[in-house]
């Protein structure tokens, strides 16, 4: 089955400065590549999502990029604000609509 | 506005003990699913279900059975908890297809002693 490696597992950032997560995956059937934030006392909720047909995609502070040949994906947070602190999971989708996650990333935002 | 809810927030239970786990959804999705997070091991995938009735193991379904009587309710079923079976469980649903959006409830966090 698909595995999702996802580095790294904390990060410390100041306010302001940009936040990168990386996620790798093993099998070339996966096609769909969603992030989710999940705050505290709360289930994860979808941020941004690619599709294998698509390099990059961008909304306001955060982006995905993906590279299918190396088969890894990476989350960027740009400018970032205290209220995006939170666990980041990257996962990994084929087909056959199974999602498998990474183990998750504890972002802090210092003010 | 779309919901997952799942029944129960907190729940501690004795070993031995049977415990059900309910999720309702109302968006009329297809697919859901049951999920345990564990610090340091991410979401890992108990069951699914594509349709009323059926359902498929998922990566750890050692423990656990699942029931699916009606399309917007899924259930897990521990039918003999163990203290290993400390976690917090996620429910999730949606619409059928491959890379549907995944909506998750808020979590049940379960405690065996």
């Known amino acids: 089955g698909e595995n999702v490696e996802q580095h790294p597992s904390t990060l410390s950032v100041q306010e302001g400065d940009s936040a990168v997560i990386k996620c790798t995956y093993s099998d070339s059937a996966s096609n769909y590549f969603p992030w989710y934030k999940q705050e505290l006392g709360k289930g994860p909720q979808l941020i941004i999502d690619?599709?294998?047909?698509?390099g990059e995609k961008k909304d306001q502070r955060i982006a995905v990029t993906l590279n299918k040949t190396a088969k890894h994906f990476s989350l960027h947070i740009t400018e970032t604000q205290p209220e995006d602190s939170a666990v980041y999971f990257c996962a990994a989708s084929t087909h056959l609509g199974q999602f498998y996650f990474g183990t998750g990333t504890s972002l802090t935002v210092i003010p | 506005d779309v919901k997952v809810t799942q029944s129960s927030r907190y729940l501690v239970k004795r070993t031995g003990e049977k415990v059900f786990l309910e999720c309702v959804q109302d968006m009329d999705h297809e697919n859901m699913f049951w999920y345990r997070q564990d610090p340091g091991l991410g979401l890992r995938l108990i069951y699914f279900s594509y349709d009323v009735k059926m359902k498929e193991k998922g990566d750890i379904p050692e423990g656990y059975s699942v029931s699916r009587e009606k399309k917007e309710r899924f259930s897990l079923i521990l039918e003999s908890a163990s203290t290993n079976q400390t976690s917090m469980y996620l429910c999730?649903?949606?619409?059928?297809?491959?890379?549907?959006?995944?909506?998750f409830g808020e979590g049940s966090r379960l405690t065996v002693l």
């Open positions: 690619i599709r294998s047909n698509v």
């Open positions: 999730a649903s949606s619409l059928g297809g491959a890379t549907g959006e995944l909506f």
